[in-house]
């Protein structure tokens, strides 16, 4: 079955860099989409970066647009999330998410990934 394993999240200064990784199993991870979103404490799930099926092509949320970095290794099934600059806001929960059937349009709505990781914590102090 479909599975997904987050990895990599930690304690970090303000500024300073992460690289979150997501391990698939269960499917080839270039037939599906794949994102990552975040969610804080009394906050909903936001949106932070995808990368679309059969594409190298990647997208970001505006908070995170020259900061994170989104990368696919088919080899190893995995994606990662290269975060640099941090900031205190960013701290949060990360989650990984694999959907096989979604549109460009729908990359950054949480509602239409039909599989998710465990999350992984990421806090950045100021």
């Known amino acids: 079955q479909v599975q997904l394993i987050e990895s990599g999240g930690g304690l970090v200064p303000v500024g300073g860099s992460l690289k979150l990784s997501c391990k698939a199993s269960g499917f080839r991870l270039n037939t599906y989409s794949m994102g990552w979103f975040r969610q804080a404490p009394g906050s909903e799930r936001e949106f932070v970066a995808a990368i679309k099926r059969f594409s190298s092509s990647t997208y970001y949320g505006d908070s995170v647009k020259g900061r994170f970095f989104m990368s696919r290794d088919n080899a190893k099934n995995t994606v990662y999330l290269q975060m640099d600059s941090l900031k205190a806001e960013d701290t949060a929960v990360y989650f990984c998410?694999?959907?096989?059937?979604?549109?460009?349009?729908?990359?950054?709505?949480?509602?239409?990934?039909?599989?998710w990781g465990q999350g992984t914590q990421v806090t950045v102090s100021s």
């Open positions: 998410a694999a959907d096989e059937r979604l549109i460009t349009s729908s990359l950054g709505l949480p509602s239409q990934y039909d599989y």
